[in-house]
């Protein structure tokens, strides 16, 4: 092996060990977090849903014909038909057939009854309807309709539907619970 090329091996060789060996403290990211980006994150979400939920209020207030009922989730329901005589609710695994209609706070219609169509939905085995529906649908009898008050974060929070409801809209969705079964077995209309 000619001088040159040992030379080079000692050469890098002692500089790895060297590197190695040496005490160098760890070198500190060139900024830190203190977590202040988080506390305003929260504190806007705080304020957001105060906002939301004093418009339901004042919504809850100016209705005094209908009585409302906070659930323990975070939003408000008023039974528009109520049915005493069953006392069976969906469950995990049931199958719900149920209509409904989607306004804002103001009343004006979103989505109407017929552009929603009659939807079909798995209790608690799937995702694609709101997280307010999903909670309020397994509150219903057979053939009840109930009116929902729904905070942003239990509707389609901050990014709305893509369509025509906005990021952080609180809504009302009024739902008319058809019926519902097990999983396994039809519904024959």
């Not at 957001?48 to 989730?73: H, Q, R, V, W």
């Not at 989607?102 to 997280?131: A, C, F, T």
Request: charged share 25%; proline share 5%; hydrophobic share 30%.
């Amino acid at each position: 092996m000619p001088y040159f090329q040992k030379q080079l091996i000692v050469i890098v060789f002692g500089g790895l060990l060297l590197s190695c060996c040496s005490k160098q403290p760890a070198r500190r990211p060139i900024s830190q977090s203190s977590g202040t980006f988080l506390k305003e994150s929260v504190e806007r979400n705080k304020k957001l849903i105060s906002g939301e939920e004093s418009k339901i209020d004042s919504l809850i207030k100016s209705d005094p014909t209908n009585k409302y009922l906070a659930s323990t989730k975070g939003y408000w329901y008023r039974y528009d038909k109520r049915n005493t005589l069953d006392t069976l609710r969906p469950k995990k695994g049931d199958v719900a057939h149920f209509n409904y209609e989607i306004k804002d706070l103001d009343g004006n219609v979103i989505y109407s009854e017929l552009e929603l169509r009659p939807q079909e939905y798995h209790v608690d085995k799937e995702q694609k309807i709101m997280m307010g529906l999903r909670h309020g649908i397994k509150l219903m009898r057979k053939s009840e309709i109930v009116t929902f008050l729904f905070p942003s974060h239990m509707a389609y929070g901050y990014h709305g539907d893509n369509r025509r409801i906005g990021h952080n809209q609180p809504l009302i969705c009024t739902v008319t619970l058809s019926d519902f079964s097990p999983e396994n077995k039809t519904i024959t209309e």
